[in-house]
């Protein structure tokens, strides 16, 4: 099994079916849907699609982290991506554009327990297109790592690191972090939009604002230098981050904004 696309939910309605929809469209086979369902009792698993690549594990859970580190207990496939409910593939060649990464890595002598495969995020929110970083550096680990929903994890780096549950918004960031540091993780970006993110998430709330940064500083100084970090910090001071950040996030915008954005990442990713 080369993927194993994974789904937790609980009282999703019908946003359960529009992500397994978009799943099912695939043009690549060799994959596993393993939806994670927390106790449902919206009728949304009864209603489910039933197809003979879609396993359902109903399990009491700690929340979301604790339900995806069930999901991944039960998965069986090579790679792994998560899916929110809502959250769709951009198109219906992703996997099979994934697959043909792998093989390219593979047949290069690259460690295939070892990769992160990662692309471009369409907000559906927004209707803009997210570009990720063409290379992976410390700086980009510290402001904008690629959307969880666009990375192919290797299914040993996901098993070998449960998420940690310490962290309620952003154990997915931790767990990239220590990819990247720890297990130097070789990271590739493939050229390709991978999902079409829903948006609106925990970590999007204004009411988590705080937690979120305080869970940032803890996990970049669990993996950075002192003086990594005051390099991260006068950059995002002289960059004006707080303004870039309003024009990521606004509607109107945004969609020159991550346009420009695209253009520099290519331009780096070119030298």
Known sequence: MRFSIIIVCLNAG???NQTLDSILSQTYTEYEIVVKDGGSCDRSIEEMRQDHCIRLF????KGIYDAMNQAVAHARGDFLLF???GDLFYDEKVLERAAEAVESQAAAGAD???LVLYGDTYSARNQT???SAGRITGLTCYRNIPCHQSCFYSAALCKEKPYDLQYRIRADYDHFLWCYYIKKAKMIHMGMAVSSYEG???????????RDREEHR???STYMSAGELLRYRLFMLCTFAPLRSFLAENSFFSGGYHWLKERIYHRIKQE
């Open 218 to 220: 803890q996990i970049t």
């Open 58 to 61: 109903k399990e009491p859970d």
């Open 112 to 114: 295939v327990n070892g």
């Open 200 to 210: 609106g998430g925990v970590s999007e709330d204004k009411r988590n604002h705080d």
């Open 129 to 131: 297109m997210i570009a």
């Open 14 to 16: 019908e946003k359960l």
């Open 83 to 85: 899916l929110n409910c």
